[in-house]
C-alpha cells in the first residue's frame, strides 16, 4: 500500500476543552514519510512537535505531548481521525496548545479531511506485523492491552467502571474502514462526579454539555442541579431514564465502548507505525495506552535497528566500484564501499569486504586486527552519499562534507574476512544539499554499529 497525505489545506476553528479558548485547527499536506507533526503557531519561531509516544507526559483527561517546552494537549482526537481516514502525512497547525474540543469525538475532524481530499503518494506504507502476543498491564487500575497476530489492524474495547449507570460495554472494528460510520461520532463522557471535581478546580473552562456525556452515578443533588446550570448556561438540567444528563441523545448504545477505541486509535498513533495485528484492549485509559505505545514503539525501533537486510552477495550488485567512483571523491586507502544493492530516493544499501589487505589493519592492532569503529562511520557515511549525491545531474563536481554525528554505537567487533552491509534511510527530506540520515552496519547476521548522521554536499566546480 502506499501512504497517503490530503490533496489541500483546510481550517477548523473551536474551543478548546481545558482552556475555554478559540482555536483555529489547520489540517496541511504533507511529504512521504513525514507522519503526523504538530505546529504551534502562536509561539515565537513556530515550533513543530512530532506525535510520537516518547513526548507524552501527561495522561489525565486526555494525551498532552511535550518536547523542549512546545505543548500539545488532547491530541488523541485529532490523530484517531487522521489513522481512521488512513492518511500517513499531515502537518496539524494550531494557535493554541491544544485542538478543539468540537463535540467530544472525531466527527468533525473527519469531515475536514475528506473535504480536503486524500492523495496517494509514492513510497509504500510501512507495516509492523505482529507474529507474538505483545501486552502492558497497568498493576495500579487492571487495565490491560495487548496486540496479538492478525491479518489487519484490528480492535476490541472492553469497557467496565463499576457502575450500574454504565455496566459493561464493548466495541470492536475489524477494519479501519468502519472508522469513520462506526467510531468518528461516538463522543467522549464523564461521571458526574468527575464533572463536579473538574468544574471545581476550573479544568473543563471550554466544555459545556454538548461535547460530552455525561452519565449520573449519584443523587443529582439541588446544589449541584444549580452550578451545572450556572456553569452550562441552562435553564433546566434533568436526568434521563437511561442515566444520563438530559442534553444528549446517545449515537450508540455502547458509545462509550466506542470512545474508548476511538481513544486506544488516536494513542496508538504515536507509535508511528502501522500494526497488523488485533488490539484488544480491556478497561482502556489514556495512561495504559500511552505506555503500551512506549513498549511497541521500542520493540518495533530495535527489531529495525537488528533486522539484517536480505541482499544476496553473489547476484551483480546495482553499482561495482568503478560506478561508485564516478559518484564518490574517495580514492584507496580511503574509498570504504564496494557495492551498492538498492538506492531509492529514501535509503540505500552498500557493502564492503574486510580483507587483511587494509591499511588500517598494520597499526589497529598487531596481532590483534581490529576494524576502528570511525572508519566503520566513514564507509556508513559514504553509503549515504551515494544517496544525496544520486540526487544531483552531475555529483563527480560535488564534495561531501560531514555536518554533525549523533547517537553512535558500536556492537560487535569487525576483523578480517567479514563482510559490512551497510543501510542508510533519511531521516527527513533532503534539502539545499543537506541530508539527515539514520545509518546502520551489519556483519556476520547481526548489527555492529549504528550512527546518526548528518552531511552536506558543496559544487566544486
Known amino acids: 500500500m502506499k501512504q497517503q497525505t490530503i490533496q489541500k489545506e483546510v481550517s477548523l476553528t473551536g474551543v ?19 507522519g503526523y507533526v504538530f505546529k504551534r503557531m502562536d509561539l515565537e519561531g513556530q515550533p513543530t512537535l512530532a506525535a510520537e509516544a516518547s513526548y507524552v507526559v501527561n495522561t489525565q483527561r486526555g494525551t498532552s ?31 493554541a496548545s491544544e485542538p478543539p474540543i468540537m463535540d467530544g469525538s472525531s466527527k468533525y475532524f473527519v469531515e475536514a479531511l475528506e473535504k480536503a481530499g486524500i492523495q496517494e503518494q509514492e513510497a ?5 506485523e505482529v507474529k507474538e502476543i505483545i501486552s502492558y498491564v497497568d498493576e495500579e487500575t487492571g487495565s490491560e492491552i495487548m496486540v496479538v497476530p492478525a491479518c489487519d489492524y484490528e480492535i476490541t474495547t472492553m469497557v467496565d ?5 454504565l455496566g459493561t460495554q464493548n466495541a470492536t472494528i475489524k477494519n479501519l474502514k468502519e472508522f469513520k460510520d462506526e467510531i468518528a461520532d461516538s463522543r467522549t463522557f464523564s461521571f458526574l462526579h468527575e464533572i463536579e471535581t473538574l468544574l471545581d478546580h476550573g479544568l473543563i473552562r471550554g466544555g459545556d454539555l454538548n461535547n460530552a456525556i455525561v452519565y449520573v452515578d449519584k443523587e443529582l443533588s439541588a446544589e449541584t442541579m444549580e452550578k451545572l446550570k450556572k456553569v452550562f448556561d441552562k435553564d433546566n438540567i434533568s436526568v434521563k431514564s437511561n442515566g444520563i444528563l438530559d442534553n ?8 462509550a465502548a466506542r470512545h474508548k477505541l476511538l481513544d486506544v486509535i488516536g494513542d496508538l498513533a504515536l507509535i508511528g507505525t502501522r500494526i497488523k495485528g488485533r488490539v484488544i484492549a480491556n478497561k482502556p485509559g489514556h495512561k495504559v495506552n500511552t505506555e503500551f505505545a512506549k513498549k511497541m514503539a521500542k520493540k518495533i525501533k530495535a527489531e529495525k535497528r537488528n533486522r539484517v537486510p536480505q541482499v ?16 564518490l571523491p574517495h580514492r584507496q586507502p580511503m574509498l570504504l564501499l564496494d557495492k551498492i544493492f538498492e538506492l531509492s530516493e529514501t535509503h540505500v544499501i552498500g557493502s564492503k569486504n574486510v580483507t587483511m589487505n587494509e591499511e588500517f589493519f598494520k597499526g589497529h592492532f598487531p596481532g590483534a586486527p581490529v576494524m576502528p569503529g570511525v572508519l566503520i562511520v566513514e564507509a556508513m557515511a559514504q553509503t549515504g552519499g551515494i544517496l544525496i549525491l544520486s540526487t544531483v545531474p552531475d555529483p563527480e563536481n560535488y564534495l561531501t ?4 554525528i549523533d547517537n553512535v554505537k558500536f556492537k560487535q567487533k569487525v576483523v578480517p574476512g567479514d563482510t559490512l552491509i551497510f543501510k542508510c534511510t533519511l531521516i527527513s527530506p533532503i534539502r539545499r544539499g ?3 540520515m539514520q545509518g546502520y552496519a551489519y556483519t556476520n547476521g547481526k548489527i555492529c554499529a549504528e550512527a546518526e548522521l548528518m552531511a552536506q554536499i558543496v559544487k566544486t566546480k
Open 16 to 34: 478548546g476543552l481545558h482552556t475555554g479558548k478559540e482555536v483555529k485547527l489547520t489540517f496541511k499536506p504533507a511529504p512521504e514519510n513525514h
Open 434 to 436: 543537506i541530508c539527515h
Open 161 to 165: 467502571f463499576g457502575t450500574k449507570v
Open 401 to 404: 562534507f560531514f555536518m554533525k
Open 248 to 255: 444528549l441523545t446517545l449515537h450508540h448504545a455502547n458509545e
Open 124 to 128: 509504500e506504507r510501512e507495516f509492523y
Open 312 to 327: 544476496d552477495l553473489n547476484q551483480p550488485p546495482l553499482m561495482d566500484v568503478n560506478q561508485i567512483m564516478k559518484m
Open 65 to 95: 505531548l511535550e518536547r523542549n517546552g512546545v505543548q500539545i494537549q488532547t491530541s488523541e482526537h485529532v490523530l484517531a481521525a487522521c489513522v481512521g481516514l488512513e492518511i500517513d502525512n499531515v502537518l496539524i497547525e494550531l494557535d
